[in-house]
């Protein structure tokens, strides 16, 4: 396919009957370029896509001046409720703000409060990039949200001081051995929490449900998000 088609509002401009065309859509939902965009700039992509929508397009408007204006709404404003979303907690900006918290699981020599705070920050993190694209065509009670969250920051701080404790009272290692194993005692915390939900919903990237119809079923689309249920 050519770099910018002709323009579908609503969209993905890349093919997503293949993998790498999921691909390359997934790396446009999370170019962290687009949080640099101004205020100003942001609101000429929408009044853009306004008018593409009303038919009353200036002349010399091209298709990827349409796709570039739609990337940069649906990484800021959220598709259900119009609102902008919270800068840390877009999708592209997930690598750059998740970055230093995943840097921070993995420090060396970690104390009790340390790890604790550590997995508080993560899950912290990725209950808020949640929420923010959630989809909000059908309103959960914030309740049934902060029990999510109550439940992802107990349990991974349960397994990661846990496998901390053990490790340190493990006598059959060495102190070398101690110290490797306990560098990688995050992820099974981590991995634990990213599947926990084997039976739920989730809310995905279009990239991920599209790239895996097989494990999620799309339960209700918006634009930028679906609301998927991991098949049985």
């Known amino acids: 396919m050519s770099e910018y088609p002709t323009f579908q509002y609503g969209k993905s401009r890349f093919d997503q009957n293949t993998f790498f065309g999921r691909f390359r859509h997934f790396l446009d939902v999370i170019d962290p370029s687009t949080l640099f965009v101004t205020e100003k700039r942001l609101q000429e992509c929408v009044e853009l896509l306004d008018r593409f929508k009303q038919g009353t397009l200036p002349p010399g408007v091209t298709h990827a001046q349409l796709w570039k204006a739609q990337k940069i709404k649906q990484a800021i404003v959220h598709p259900d409720t119009g609102e902008k979303i919270f800068m840390p907690f877009r999708m592209s900006g997930f690598i750059p703000f998740g970055t230093p918290v995943v840097v921070g699981l993995l420090l060396p020599n970690q104390t009790l409060m340390s790890t604790v705070f550590w997995q508080w920050l993560n899950q912290s993190h ?3 990039v949640n929420f923010s694209n959630r989809n909000a065509s059908k309103p959960a009670p914030v309740s049934k949200f902060f029990q999510g969250y109550l439940g992802a920051v107990t349990s991974a701080v349960s397994i990661a001081v846990g496998l ?25 915390a981590v991995d634990f929490l990213s599947c926990r939900d084997g039976g739920g919903s989730s809310c995905l990237s ?16 918006s634009a930028s998000f679906h609301r998927c249920q991991r098949s049985a």
Do not use: D, G, H, M
């Open 126 to 128: 990725n209950a808020c």
């Open 164 to 188: 901390n404790v053990l490790i340190q009272k493990a006598s059959s290692f060495s102190p070398t051995t101690r110290l490797l194993v306990q560098r990688f005692i995050p992820f099974p």
């Open 206 to 221: 279009t990239a991920w449900c599209a790239s895996l119809p097989s494990v999620w079923r799309c339960l209700s689309p």
